[in-house]
């Protein structure tokens, strides 16, 4: 088949996902083209799959490549595609009136490469071709799409960890990397955002530095990813000139949202957007359209998740950006800005946490939270914002405690405490509690009566009646899990006390109750703890609170087991479970797995037993010290060990532990809510043997509040 597509120089990697759609978007309709970023392969992409159709010979008058790149005058744009076509006229007709005689009756394909600095010119001219000319098929790559009906568009992305980690090697002409130099590799794909173009450059560099002084250097990529070979075109010769090439391509309006955009850390939404970017020379009502054509270049993507329809620029495109903005000698009012709007998010989602619209702040810190690091961070470079940087970490309390971050959250309070200041409005008083309470749930026991004493003291002597309540009731609870039940029950009754004083109910108080009740079963007052946190329920129900009634839960399944309630313990077990899993709250669901396994064991399950408390056993690193260190929390762990191992004999038992440790979280809470969950790594449960002759069965299901204190000393 006729045809002047030039051969590839080197091998093509990848793509096999990208390459199968276009080749079934060119079977469909008349025009498709493929758009991305700069550097990110849509030009090779569109060659490979022209040659694989010509060579199938499916366009019976051949396969024709128009490389419009170098053409920026719109008057020589039908001239550059007559030349492609490898016509001849020396008539006086005019280029376009010769293309559309030579393709009336002909069916080739056309492909159109580079054409986005003279898109309009080059869209008027397909649409025209398409109309006159039935038979002939259109294949675009460029940064920007054509615009024109029945346009199908192939936006393509960067490259998959595996295609980009393949890629890089490929270039790499023959180094060895070692397993460990292989895991750099991975990281120097991931921060070039695996862009092919990027990936080359980098791997170019490997005849003078090592792979781990690539990794390093790439703070300052720009100046590393240079120097592309001899026979690649101009624009792809550096990153630079790449990224830059789009940025001549945009509009003053587009290069400066462009620019403004370089402050969000990973993914934003439009109403951040329409706060922080604004200003007199870019109006509210302007940013969406802006924006807009900030996608179709290919500049920032859409991303829809949990969160909502978001958006997010590629790190490389970011970087660049962020030079831009440096340069207007604007980065530090529109940093303050965004500092500001997610200081107001964070005050936003604390206030909802207490809310039917819990389970939505969870999603929405999560999608947040590189930018939450980031406004963090920016206040703690000014010794004046200090005070801020504690307020955000302090009130992001229920990011770090029920979304699972203790370790995030202890790390951040840490630094923002070290950084001095004096209190405003109680930021500090507030960063000190939260971290007392991160770290009594990390089982850092000093760590945590430091942060407690100093902010009772501060807080009596300042008389601030609310960071005194925290301080009180975080003290309870190291008492608590510290195995001090008198004191832990004397603390937690003050601070509820002092809560109700000062007007205060969200979900700590709720908590507070929560752990008073657990102080109590502890003593063996179980009755009394199933009506706390009956009422605990009552409240979470009136205010769709679910983070607090997880825990609830767990206290009265803990009471439903000591009823013997087996089948009533597993059910509420089974509801915290699910809760505790959903915000991602790995102490509560691991707690909730060392009490199912329990459950298990007494149910006639002693190797589902194993399995549950190998898989809590791998998730306990991840929270802090195992079960706080307190023989109270341990007690249900060492009786469930105990009981497994008689059943099925330490071997068995170490057997079917191990398999639970080779379950990630999402496998171990399926395994334990439904038998199943990584069936690939755990035997078969057997079922379990019979009671030997003389032994008690377990009791029916009987009432917690009637049989709540049977057994409780020796199965404690």
């Known amino acids: 088949m006729r045809s002047n597509l030039p051969s590839e120089l080197n091998g093509f990697v990848g793509r096999e996902r990208e390459l199968a759609a276009l080749h079934g978007l060119l079977g469909e309709a008349r025009l498709t083209t493929v758009v991305g970023v700069g550097g990110v392969g849509k030009t090779r992409l569109a060659l490979r799959a022209a ?36 016509l001849t006229d020396h008539t006086t007709r005019p280029p376009r009136r010769t293309l559309l005689d030579h393709l009336a009756e002909r069916s080739p394909l056309l492909v159109l490469d580079g054409f986005e600095q003279l898109v309009d010119a080059c869209a008027e001219l397909v649409c025209e071709l398409l109309r006159r000319s039935p038979g002939l098929r259109v294949l675009a790559a460029g940064r920007l799409p054509l615009r024109l009906d029945g346009e199908r568009l192939l936006a393509l992305a960067p490259m998959d960890d595996e295609d980009a980690v393949a890629l890089f090697t490929d270039r790499a002409h023959g180094v060895a990397f070692t397993e460990e130099r292989t895991a750099t590799v991975r990281e120097v794909c991931r921060r070039l955002d695996g862009i092919p173009l ?3 450059l980098a791997a170019g560099r490997l005849g003078a530095l090592s792979v781990e002084q690539v990794l390093h250097r790439l703070d300052d990529r720009f100046h590393l990813l240079t120097c592309g070979g001899r026979g690649t075109v101009a624009r792809h010769q550096t990153l630079r000139t790449t990224i830059g090439w789009s940025h001549e391509l945009c509009t003053s309006p587009q290069r400066l949202l462009w620019a403004r955009l370089s402050v969000f850390a990973g993914q934003f939404d439009l109403e951040a957007v329409e706060y922080i970017c604004v200003g007199p020379d870019l109006p509210p009502e302007d940013v969406l359209d802006v924006l807009q054509q900030l996608l179709d270049h290919s500049l920032v993507v859409r ?47 604390e206030l909802d946490w207490f809310s039917p619209r819990q389970a939505e702040v969870a999603v929405r810190v999560e999608a947040e939270l590189p930018n939450l690091r980031a406004a963090l961070d920016y206040s703690l ?95 309870g609870c190291l008492a608590l899990v510290c195995d ?123 190797a589902q037993a194993a399995v549950i408390q190998g898989a809590a056993e791998r998730i306990w690193p991840s ?8 023989a109270s929390f341990n007690a249900a762990h060492v009786l469930c060990e105990e009981r497994a191992r008689e059943r099925l004999g330490d071997g068995a038992y170490e057997t079917f532990r191990q398999c639970g440790r080779g379950l990630d979280p999402d496998e171990a809470v399926a395994r334990a809510l439904t038998g199943s969950g990584g069936e690939e790594a755990v035997p078969q449960t057997p079922a379990p043997p019979e009671p030997a002759p003389g032994t008690r069965k377990p009791a029916a299901s009987r009432s917690v509040r009637s049989e709540g204190t049977a057994g409780r000393s020796a199965e404690r």
């Open 484 to 606: 001090d039940m008198p004191r832990a029950e004397e603390l937690l009754r003050t601070a509820l006390a002092q809560y109700e004083e000062i007007g205060e109910l969200n979900s700590n108080v709720l908590m507070a109750r929560v752990e008073l009740a657990m102080a109590v079963a502890f003593r063996g007052h179980l009755d009394e703890a199933v009506v706390m946190c009956e009422h605990v329920v009552e409240i979470c129900a009136e205010h769709g609170e679910r983070w607090a009634l997880a825990y609830a839960l767990y206290v009265l399944g803990y009471a439903a087991w000591h009823a013997k309630d087996l089948g009533g313990a597993r059910r509420l077990l089974a509801e915290c479970l699910e809760i505790d899993h959903a915000f991602h709250d790995l102490l509560g669901t691991v707690l909730a797995l060392e009490l199912l396994a329990l459950v298990a064991v007494d149910g006639g399950d002693p």
């Open 303 to 349: 991303e829809d998740g949990p969160a909502g329809v978001r958006y997010r620029m590629l790190d490389t495109v970011r970087e660049y950006g962020a030079e831009w903005l440096t340069a207007t000698g604007d980065a530090d009012r529109l940093h303050r800005r965004h500092r500001d709007w997610y200081l107001g998010l964070a005050t936003w989602c």
């Open 51 to 86: 040659a694989a159709v010509a060579a199938q010979e499916r366009y019976c008058d051949g396969v024709w490549l128009a490389d419009l790149s170098t053409v920026t005058d719109p008057d020589l744009l039908d001239h550059a595609v007559v030349e492609a076509l490898g």
């Open 623 to 630: 929270v802090g010290l195992p079960l706080f260190g307190s």
């Open 381 to 475: 470079d000014s010794e004046q914002d200090i005070h801020l940087a504690q307020y955000l970490a302090g009130t992001l309390w229920f990011c770090w405690v029920g979304c699972g971050r203790l370790a995030e959250g202890r790390h951040w309070l840490g630094l923002v405490l070290e950084a001095g200041g004096g209190d405003h409005d109680g930021a500090r008083l507030k960063a000190l509690w939260v971290l007392g309470y991160v770290s009594v749930l990390r089982g850092d026991s000093v760590a945590a009566i430091a942060a407690l004493h100093e902010c009772r003291e501060d807080a009596e002597r300042t008389g601030d009646a609310v960071a005194r309540a925290y301080a009180v009731h975080r003290t």
């Open 198 to 200: 990027a990936l080359e």
